[in-house]
């Protein structure tokens, strides 16, 4: 506990106009890793827009680890074909986090960020006081790979014991 700074709840929410591995289409998987941490959604069978609405935690020890995001089409007889990648640096969303929040209203902007050549935004994202937690909506722009982009949000879950950030 006293190594871990919080929780990252990473809702995987769809992927968009993902490539096709199979012959009409895929059934595709993101595998999202982060430090020696790896976890993975459910497969959706036979789509390219697939609705995941899943969600994952890590838990954030060194929050200048980038989180790594590798989606797949799950093949029964073969390797899973690789779908693209993408990559998220968490430093903008961690200076949110560490900002005083008593008093903002309830959907108070905290930052944009802009997409770069060094991130995957496919456009910018707005992070949020929202319910009393931070989030950031996202869409990322899957590399290596001809078409596919992923939607997710990021919240953080301070975790009474640790460290904190």
Known sequence: MENL???????????????????????????IRMGKQKLKTRVVKKNVNPVWDEDLTLAVTDPDHPIKLEVYDKDTFSLDDKMGDAEIEIKPFIDAVKMKKERLANGTEIARVQPTRQNCLAEESCILWADGKVVQNMFLRLRNVESGELELQLQWIDIPGSRGL
Do not use: F, N, T, W
């Open 5 to 31: 700074a919080g929780l990252l709840r990473i809702h995987m929410h769809r992927g968009i106009d993902l490539a096709k591995r199979d012959i009409r289409s895929s059934d595709p998987y993101v595998l």
